[in-house]
T-cell receptor
Framework: KAGVTQTPRYLIKTRGQQVTLSCSPI?????VSWYQQTPGQGLQFLFE???????NKGNFPGRFSGRQFSNSRSEMNVSTLELGDSALYLC??????????????FGSGTQLSVL | DQQVKQNSPSLSVQEGRISILNCDYT??????FLWYKKYPAEGPTFLIS?????DKNEDGRFTVFLNKSAKHLSLHIVPSQPGDSAVYFC????????????FGKGTLLTVNP
């Protein structure tokens, strides 16, 4: 089975711009979660989608949004980029996402740099 | 408010010796704990987990210990190998919501040949 695929791997944007990141989960997985990794904060939960519905959201401003398509692929959007948004954005998938002992499978991430 | 804390940013051990990585948590609702390993330029990969109904789980060279009263868990790697050099993240979840993990900041383990 192919793993979790995130595109692009690297992205450079300037302040004020917006960006869209893409995630293709493992085939058959219906839950997609997004995490932000920064050196100072570790990994922080952004949101999770299951069957095209957002089930949970972390403590991030409304500039961070996402969606999931019927084929379980997910996109994450950040509008009005700020310097502090520079981070590695990780996507993780699982079959149901709400079953005890279910593992998350992570992609390699998109490294976003905001100049 | 850091609910999962890994107080050691880095750890260096000799090949063949034991590596002990520590993690503390504050949220008493956490009932499932996981360790993930991350190499540079790759996403985290699942290593081992433990439910709050257990106090130990073993998988080959990796053992996780959970002390609920102290809200502390540790990962033991015996024997350590150079390929174990990576960042290790402790994570926790509550009530089966395993898609919403709370991670620590990670510990960089370096295993010297």
């Amino acid at each position: 089975k192919a793993g979790v695929t995130q595109t692009p791997r690297y992205l450079i944007k300037t302040r004020g711009q917006q960006v869209t990141l893409s995630c293709s989960p493992i085939s058959g997985h219906r839950s997609v979660s997004w995490y932000q990794q920064t050196p100072g904060q570790g990994l922080q939960f952004l949101f999770e989608y299951f069957s095209e519905t957002q089930r949970n959201k972390g403590n991030f401003p409304g500039r961070f949004s996402g969606r999931q398509f019927s084929n379980s692929r997910s996109e994450m959007n950040v509008s009005t980029l700020e310097l502090g948004d520079s981070a590695l954005y990780l996507c993780a998938s699982s079959y149901a996402g709400a079953v005890t002992n279910e593992k998350l499978f992570f992609g390699s991430g998109t490294q976003l740099s905001v100049l | 408010d850091q609910q999962v804390k890994q107080n050691s940013p880095s750890l260096s051990v000799q090949e063949g010796r034991i590596s002990i990585l520590n993690c503390d948590y504050t949220n008493s609702m956490f009932d499932y704990f996981l360790w993930y390993k991350k190499y540079p330029a790759e996403g985290p990969t699942f290593l081992i987990s433990i439910s709050s109904i257990k106090d130990k789980n073993e998988d080959g060279r990796f053992t996780v210990f959970l002390n609920k009263s102290a809200k502390h868990l540790s990962l033991h790697i015996v024997p350590s190998q150079p390929g174990d050099s990576a960042v290790y993240f402790c994570a926790a979840s509550a009530g089966g919501s395993n898609y919403k993990l709370t991670f620590g900041k990670g510990t960089l383990l370096t295993v010297n040949p």
